[in-house]
């Protein structure tokens, strides 16, 4: 994930930026892969700018255990909201079995690592992160129905090598055809939402109230942001 100064300014008013910053990676511009291999980097602001790349699972896991410190903490898992009563408060959940996950590729460490690098192909593009451990977090966006189009392995290789060749020895033939395939492509959403709360019961935060698409790597910026701006206005209040 991309963590920019919104989000750790957010990160600091609780007191952890300098635990995940610790152990994110700078990215001091995007790199821009053309299909004849070419790299071009596109800084994102003046010299020593730059956002990181974190790692998706880590900061759950220290967000987590930070808030299970607090007493009036309790976080339940894989439930979903099937009823509720704006008056009384009452939720009704169902347990879910499954979890959303991103498509992802591991990639060795033979990129630059300080750049966001991405593969821009007109109507589709795939992104990589790097990650502490030298591995690169790969994800395509595409539409559904070319997603439909690739059903094969040999589909697979066909489709990488006219518009990601560079990518191919980096993943590995054999890693690109069995990761392609492990998680079937998922929807991103736009949500629009007024007011985000109903009296005192209940409230929306992050991509629940406010899911934008193109999200421009900022969906975690903008709901640590949002969170910051409710917490100093109830200090205020």
């Known amino acids: ?8 300014q957010a990160l600091k008013h609780v007191g952890m930026e300098d635990k995940i910053v610790s152990q994110g990676i700078p990215m001091h511009a995007r ?6 291999g070419k790299q071009s980097p596109i800084p994102y602001g003046k010299k020593g700018q730059f956002i990181l790349s974190v790692d998706r699972a880590n900061l759950n896991k220290e967000l987590l255990t930070e808030a299970e410190t607090y007493p009036n903490m309790k976080m339940n898992f894989d439930h979903k909201l099937k009823d509720w009563s704006p008056e009384t408060g009452l939720m009704t959940f169902t347990r879910l079995d499954g979890s959303h996950d991103q498509i992802q ?18 109507t589709f593009m795939m992104i990589a992160l790097p990650n502490l451990d030298k591995t690169f977090t790969c994800t395509l966006f595409m539409p559904f129905d070319e997603f439909e189009k690739i059903t094969t392995e040999d589909e697979v290789m066909e489709f990488f090598q006219e518009y990601f060749p560079d990518t191919i020895p980096l993943i590995g033939v054999d890693a690109l055809k069995k990761d392609y395939f492990r998680l079937p ?5 736009s949500i629009k939402c007024s007011p985000y709360h109903i009296g005192d019961k209940c409230v929306l935060m992050g991509d629940a109230a406010h899911a934008v698409v193109p999200f421009y790597g900022q969906g975690m910026n903008a709901v640590s942001s949002t969170q910051s701006r409710r917490t100093k206005r109830q200090k205020n209040n």
Do not use: C, E, T
Request: glycine share 6%.
């Open 31 to 36: 790199m821009i892969h053309s299909p004849s």
């Open 105 to 122: 590729a591991d990639l060795i460490f033979a990129m630059k690592p300080n750049y966001l690098h991405i593969w821009p192909r007109n």
């Open 185 to 189: 492509g998922q929807a991103m959403v």
């Open 1 to 8: 994930m991309a963590l920019s100064h919104r989000g750790r």
